[in-house]
């Protein structure tokens, strides 16, 4: 058996295979057709099929079971076929006609029943059946010509397209009804469903419960006394409307969005490490759906938002949609392949549950048994993900909010540099520096070794890290430390040669222990330095380096000087702990060959630090010299301008230049410019940066997470997807080119219809799920239809407790079939009309009647329909988990609304549930014990268990307990009255009836008197009170 | 879809379970829909007891003579990456423990185990297991779910889908880890998970220090007569139900009220008397906390609780059975951690004729190299190929072997055991046909046993 195989279909029939067997081997069919009577019985077995049975074939089973398909690898184009059977075993037996399976499917006592998704065939034709295969079950020849080409290999033809989820949208109206009830077109459809099984909807419910429906159902939040007042005031439009706005919105609905994408924040399986980064995707959904993204836009964000819009975080942070799954986080190379392809069949099989209810996944071995899902659709569309993976970027999440900041920060910083400006201007300012470079200029110069660089260019790797040209030639760094960097400066210089070079590592107060490395101890570790000559035809070369003196270094060793150019550019580097922090260093490098600068020769510098984390230099000089053996030393340079400027003040000209280089130096004792100056440098430090943020992203080019096997050589990808056999990827068929499924293309669309070559700038990624995403919303020729389907169902599933389609998750055959199916076409029509609004179509839903109708219960009705499926009432359901603990938390006035950012396990926690962390191997109790699905597989609707460990969490959480006393301290003790007309208001949305008042106060006596040992007794009783009512039904069910 | 599916961990809500994904629509209201063809199964119960990290077969229930005679010899075309390490392969090495034949049956057994040994007329061994993992978490998985992939229902829960639960007070399925803080098996929660089933067919892991389970202690300031007034009230103000699930509710409440103090008493094991405790190895240094895992299985059992799961052993390397590192000193270690206590649980299950309906699994995710790993002192490597498990009670004929190994253990040979058969088996001994048990999910209908698995027939009583 294949490791990865994981589909898994069997019938009934399979425990019927032994029994069949037996039977066939002692009384074959041979040993029958010898019996008297043959030919009579042949013969009239021949009548009957070409009467009934034939027909009856050709009409409701060859095109799936022959002709355009082989379904279950059964065929009945021939009676040689019939008899071999399917994959499921014999369906007939000649020998106890009775017990053969197919009698049984068509009866629809088996599963699947025949002819699926239709009305059970006569009773007549059954028995006709029946008494055929009693007669042998005789052809007088196969049903087709012979056919062509590999039996059983699955075509998608113009019928498949036409299977009800398949079709395009019908234009639905809504049927003219006569009715008081229905107030919108939803209700009219909904209406006469209703009346077509003689059933009547429920009047509209009290005003009390709509408006609590509203807010558990739109926000997940029940109202507080004063939103319960207001809401009263307003019409119920106007309700809705303020709670579409409302920013709760998204964090409840958010979360059904969160399960159908197997969200969680961590690898799962045997280490699951944290996925710290993984939270953005789930800021996404909150922040799309509360600015009412189009839906279309929403599913191509998550499918290729960093190809649609780089630019944009929201569709960064959207990626994350692919990169959900688990994954194995320790895996030996045996593993490798398989594993990734398990990681595609995770992107693929999520995307189509998640956004078309397609079990695409069911096409991993084989052609999909049920639905038009070639098993080369399966590869195709597996292969749009070859290059995609995971990573760990850093994205500015407020680019808009940083060019605004930059633009008012450069207005500021003009002035001041103006008013710079102006001072150096001013005369007496002048006239002070003339003077000066008559009497003090001419003692600057000593003869000096060294030639301090001014850089023309200085960037480091990473855009967190700036780097400022200093006066006096050194080079700052500012900015957030990034974990590894490489500094890259550029500088021109006129000395002729040059033999060694020199980098001063600087303290400065902007670092730890003032340096001169940026770590949190105030160490670097320079892991690699290289020198390059740059012609004037931009060709560079390498100077090699051959030895290194350093006024400190760490040890002799691996933090030597002399190993930050060794061969090993990343382990090992010149690092100064062990005595040389705070102070000044200096090293010096000695090239190979002396080096001859021609004109237009330029020098860059590479200083890379990697072998520790945020080990970077904080400040640091570069210099050169021509002599053969400069002192090791700190300090003691001039600049090239400095030469000269001193050179032009003995010819007695002074240019300029010249003049500039010295005023630099006159400035430095200049009272009145080092005010001015300190005011541009003091704005230069408060330059704004964009705010770089790590953020998970699945995408292609960019680094891979780093994975507990990269050490073995996991290569994350391959460059390749093949088709597999029997999705064995050692058993491969040829390369698979990017698709996608042939049953949602129309009008002989192919897919490069819809792919992209990425514009001529554009390497990083290969535009291939750009083209998923426009198939996928194209309602044209792709799977915008369907795709509108599915998320109207979603919607309306989690509004009424079931979809319209009741398995949200599943539009194929082995879904149910719609209970309003022009309701269905409708919504999906008019939501594609309104620009993919969601929030229209809450709108749409909450304002029907439908929706407004109370939930009494009817046991007339209940009896025509028990699950209540034509929506005779609004079905009262449990709340979700995280709705429960979110209404206790608010009820008892400790919702913390903080949005958005990193989550946490920790229980206490009082933001709403939505910012749980969620790690797979600690999901969070309080969720799971109220249903909380795991997050492996898309999950389209969740269970509702009643649990005894759920009333167990009621009477003894310890949360509970603390929020319940935290609502009874909210409230005055000192009328018992009083505060129970308050928390009822509180925790149910209501005044307590007069009974309900009655027993809560006697409650309160007799629990705060046998509380008397304590001196909060009342307290104590009213906090038992809470809490009993944090249990109650109507707490945590839907009114 | 099954019937009879429900009652998990005290479990009252039926029909809105099966409301997940249109199932009442689509089967529950339907006559028609198939039914499973259950027979009377052997087994109530079943305690698993997982040898974690991969016990090794040559040096435990497998005796090899063959490979003493090779000892020290190189494996010719040995594919490096069978195991972990691929580049600390080693020669052929014989067990360092002496074998000696044990019971009526004659069962030649390690020298680790010399109480076990005393049982082996109890126990059906398969030596001819294999699995499709050489790597702890997905072998774990398979093991536990049938499928090397995380996210599928493990065999416990889908036992007490099929089968609910004899406990209304205790959970269905209940799951120990190693209480010494050596860790939780690899991929941790997701060995007992649900996978798609409803959550409630979940393990529920006792916690190895404070209460063994979430919220079953009053709160510290509460009586029992504060608590009963608090559920009176709750009672009054909910008032008469109007759907069957609100009156489940309220029920539930009872039933919490009820596990408040049968809970605890089950997990209490200083109730048992001293002689009992003595058996397991209660008290004993080394067994002490296997020992008390062990009774508390049965207490647990006694009650009608349908599976438990114990690991013997934490996570990898020396923390579990996962002896890379000088085998004897690893597998003496673990064996003398388990090896009173399963003696001790297996005759104290027959003396109270429970054995006979209690199954009793005793099998790690896969077996051990027949070649050293080359280490200070030799240890061994991950073999997929090749394991030995063993059954007892629940309708286990004892003092029989099925299956052979190679003739130094490291393929399976004769009549191979693929995990599917396993747990065919042991959910054929519950009552269920495994084929039969199925869950409709995304649009597929998954099976624990996949597309595979026979029941091992030879082994039943």
């Known amino acids: 058996m294949v490791g990865v195989h994981s589909m898994i279909f069997q019938t009934p029939m399979q425990k019927l295979i032994p029994i069949i067997a037996f039977f066939v081997l002692v009384f074959s069919a041979d040993a029958r057709e010898l019996t008297s009577g043959h030919a009579e019985r042949m013969k009239a077995g021949l009548e009957l099929f070409q009467a009934t049975i034939r027909p009856a074939l050709v009409e409701s089973c060859l095109k799936c079971h022959g002709d355009e398909k082989v379904r279950s690898g059964f065929d009945i184009s021939s009676r040689e076929l019939l008899l071999k059977g399917g994959d499921s075993g014999d369906a007939i037996d000649l020998a106890k006609p009775k017990s053969s399976f197919l009698l049984g499917l068509i009866k629809h006592e088996e599963e699947p029943e025949m002819p699926p998704k239709k009305d059970k065939l006569a009773d007549t034709l059954i028995a006709d059946f029946q008494k055929w295969i009693e007669l042998g079950a005789p052809y007088d020849k196969p049903l087709l010509e012979k056919k062509e080409g590999k039996p059983g290999a699955m075509r998608v033809t113009d019928s498949d397209r036409e299977f009800w989820s398949f079709k395009r949208l019908a234009n639905a109206v809504p049927p003219t009804i006569e009715s008081d009830w229905a107030t919108t077109e939803i209700d009219q459809f909904v209406f006469a469903k209703l009346r077509g099984n003689n059933l009547a909807p429920n009047p509209p419910a009290t005003n009390q419960a709509r408006i609590r429906r509203a807010y558990l159902d739109m926000i997940g939040l029940p109202p507080t006394p004063e939103q319960l007042k207001a809401a009263h005031s307003m019409n119920h439009a106007e309700l809705v409307d303020e709670l579409l706005a409302s920013p709760h919105y998204g964090e409840r609905w958010a979360r059904h969005w969160l399960d159908a994408a197997r969200f969680a924040e961590s690898h799962g399986f045997e280490q699951d490490y944290d996925r710290k980064f993984a939270y953005h995707y789930r800021d996404f959904v909150i922040k799309a759906l509360n600015a009412d993204m189009p839906w279309d836009q929403f599913v191509q964000y998550q499918l290729a938002g960093d190809e649609i819009a780089p630019d944009d975080p929201l569709a960064m942070m959207a990626t994350g949609f692919l990169g959900a799954g688990v994954f194995p986080t320790q895996l030996t190379e045996k593993e490798f392949e398989s594993a990734r392809y398990d990681e595609l069949d995770d992107m693929a099989a999520t995307t189509g549950t998640a956004m078309l209810g397609l079990t695409i996944g069911c096409a991993r071995c084989h052609d999909h048994k049920f639905d038009p899902i070639p098993v080369k659709d399966y590869y195709r569309f597996v292969s749009t993900f070859t290059t995609t993976i995971r990573s760990e970027i850093d994205i500015d999440l407020d680019p808009e909010g940083y060019k605004e900041a930059l633009t008012k920060w450069e207005v500021g910083h003009a002035d001041l540099v103006a008013e710079k400006s102006a001072y150096e201007s001013k005369p007496e300012v002048i006239k002070a520096f003339n003077d000066w470079l008559k009497s003090d200029a001419a003692s600057l110069v000593s003869a000096s070794d060294w030639t301090t660089l001014e850089a023309t260019e200085a960037i480091s790797s990473q855009s967190a890290t700036m780097l400022t040209t200093q006066a006096d030639g050194a080079i700052l760094a500012t900015g957030k430390t990034p974990a590894k960097e490489t500094y890259t400066v550029k500088a021109n210089t006129q000395l002729k040669e040059i033999r060694q070079v020199r980098i001063e590592a600087l303290t400065d107060p902007s670092m730890k222990r003032k340096g001169p490395g940026r770590a949190g101890n105030g160490n670097f570790a320079l892991s690699n330095f290289k020198v390059l000559s740059v012609n004037a035809e931009d060709k560079k070369q390498p100077l090699k380096l051959v030895s290194a003196e350093a006024t400190h270094q760490q040890n002799t060793s691996n933090l030597s000087v002399a190993s930050s150019f060794d061969s090993n550019p990343d382990g090992t580097g010149w690092a100064v702990d062990a005595g040389g922090i705070g102070k000044d260093q200096a090293a010096v490098f000695k090239l190979e060959k002396p080096l001859q600068i021609e004109k237009g020769t330029t020098l860059q510098f590479e200083l890379r630090f990697a072998n520790n984390g945020q080990h970077s230099l904080g400040k640091f000089r570069l210099s050169v010299s021509g002599s053969e053996k400069p002192p090791v030393v700190v300090g003691g340079g001039q600049s090239d301008s400095l030469n000269s400027a001193m050179g032009a003040m003995l010819t007695g000209i002074l240019l300029p230049e010249h003049r500039k280089t010295f005023f630099a130096y006159f400035a430095k004792s200049d009272v009145g410019w080092k005010k001015v100056d300190a005011a541009v440098q003091q704005s230069l430090a408060g330059k704004p940066q964009p705010s770089m943020t790590k953020v998970q992203v699945t995408s292609e080019g960019f680094p891979p997470t780093k994975h507990h096997a990269d050490g073995r050589g996991f290569p994350h990808f391959y460059p390749k997807t093949h088709f597999l056999n029997r999705g064995d990827p050692n058993q491969k068929l040829g390369v698979a080119e990017s698709g996608y499924l042939q049953v949602l293309m129309r009008n002989d669309k192919t897919t490069s219809d819809w792919q992209k070559a990425p514009p001529k700038d554009w390497d990083r990624t290969s535009h291939r799920r750009l083209g998923l995403a426009n198939w996928m919303t194209d309602t044209e020729n792709g799977a915008g239809h369907l795709l509108a389907r599915v998320a109207v169902n979603r919607i309306w599933h989690h509004h009424f407790g079931r979809g319209i389609v009741a398995t949200p998750n599943d539009f194929g055959l082995q879904g149910t079939l719609a209970t309003h199916p022009e309701l269905l076409d409708y919504l999906a029509q008019r939501l594609i009309t309104n620009g993919w609004s969601i929030k229209a179509l809450h709108r749409d839903i909450l304002l029907s009647a439908t929706w407004q109708q109370s939930s009494a219960a009817s046991p007339e009705k209940a009896a025509i329909d028990p699950i209540n499926e034509f929506l005779w009432r609004f079905t009262p359901r449990r709340l979700e988990a995280e709705i429960v603990r979110d209404s206790i938390l608010a009820a008892a006035g400790q919702l913390d609304p903080k949005m958005y950012g990193p989550g946490t396990l920790d229980e206490n926690q009082q933001r709403r549930s939505i910012y749980f962390m969620i790690k797979r191997s600690r999901l969070v109790p309080m969720m799971q014990i109220f249903d909380q699905p795991e997050p492996l597989a898309s999950q389209g609707s969740r269970p509702s268990t009643t649990i005894a460990p759920q009333a167990l969490l009621f009477m003894n959480n310890a949360q509970v307990v603390k929020w319940a006393r935290a609502l009874a301290a909210s409230v005055s003790a000192e009328n018992p009255d009083d505060a129970i007309r308050e928390l009822y208001l509180r925790t149910l949305t209501r005044e307590p009836s007069s009974a309900e008042l009655q027993d809560s106060r006697a409650f309160i006596k007799t629990q705060s008197a046998s509380y008397n040992e304590a001196k909060d007794s009342r307290q104590l009783a009213l906090a038992d009170l809470c809490q009993v009512l944090f249990s109650l039904n109507e707490f945590v069910y839907l009114p | ?461």
């Open chain 2, 1 to 461: 879809m099954l019937q009879r599916a429900g009652a998990g961990f005290g479990s009252v809500g039926l029909a809105s379970l099966l409301a997940q994904e249109g199932l009442l629509g689509a089967n529950a209201a339907d006559p028609h829909a198939p039914k499973i063809a259950h027979f009377d199964g052997k087994a109530k119960s079943v305690i698993w007891l997982f040898i974690n990290g991969g016990p090794s077969h040559v040096d435990t229930w497998d005796y090899k003579p063959e490979l003493e005679k090779v000892d020290g010899q190189e494996l010719e075309g040995f594919d490096k990456q069978t195991g972990f390490f691929s580049n600390s392969v080693g020669p052929l090495m014989k067990s360092p423990f002496e074998f000696m034949p044990r019971g009526q049956c004659g069962k030649m057994v390690s020298s680790i185990f010399p109480k076990l040994g005393e049982h082996v007329d109890k126990m059906a061994f398969i030596h001819s297991g294999y699995t499709e993992s050489n790597n702890h978490s997905p072998a774990l998985f398979m093991m536990n779910s049938g499928q090397p992939r995380m996210g599928l229902p493990c065999v416990g829960s889908w036992a007490t889908y099929g089968l609910g639960s004899e406990s209304r007070d205790l959970p269905a399925f209940v799951v120990m880890s190693d209480p010494l803080d050596r860790g939780l098996p690899k991929g941790s929660a997701a060995n007992w998970g649900a996978g798609f089933l409803p959550s409630v067919y979940q393990g529920t892991w006792l916690k190895p220090k404070g209460d063994p389970i979430e919220n079953l202690t009053r709160p510290g300031h509460m009586s029992s007569a504060q608590q009963e007034r608090q559920l009176d009230l709750m009672k009054k103000l909910n008032g008469a139900p109007r759907d069957a699930e609100l009156e489940a509710r309220i029920k539930s409440f009872e039933l919490a009220y009820r596990m408040q103090s049968a809970a605890p008493e089950a997990f209490d094991i200083d109730r048992e008397p001293e002689h009992i405790k003595k058996i397991y190895g209660v008290g004993k240094k080394n067994c002490d906390h296997f020992a008390r895992q062990c009774l508390t299985a049965r207490r647990m059992v006694e009650r009608g609780v349908r599976f438990v799961q114990i690991y013997s052993g934490g996570m990898e390397n020396q923390r579990s059975w996962d002896g890379h590192n000088d085998i004897q000193g690893n597998h003496s270690q673990f064996a003398g951690e388990t090896d009173t206590p399963i003696a001790g649980l297996l005759e104290d299950l027959e003396q109270r004729g429970l054995l006979k309906d209690t199954l009793v699994i005793w099998g790690g995710e896969f077996g051990r190299l027949p070649l050293s790993q080359k280490s200070k002192k030799p240890g061994r490597d991950h073999n997929p190929h090749c394991f030995t498990t063993w059954m007892a009670g629940g309708g286990i004929k004892g003092g029989v072997s099925y299956g052979e190994s190679d003739e130094i253990g490291h393929h399976a040979a004769v009549d191979k055991a693929h995990v599917n058969d396993i747990h065919a088996t042991i959910l054929h001994q519950l009552g269920i046909n495994h084929e039969d048990l199925t869950y409709e999910y995304n649009g597929r209908r998954f099976r624990l046993t996949d597309v595979g698995g026979k029941v091992i027939k030879p082994i039943l009583a």
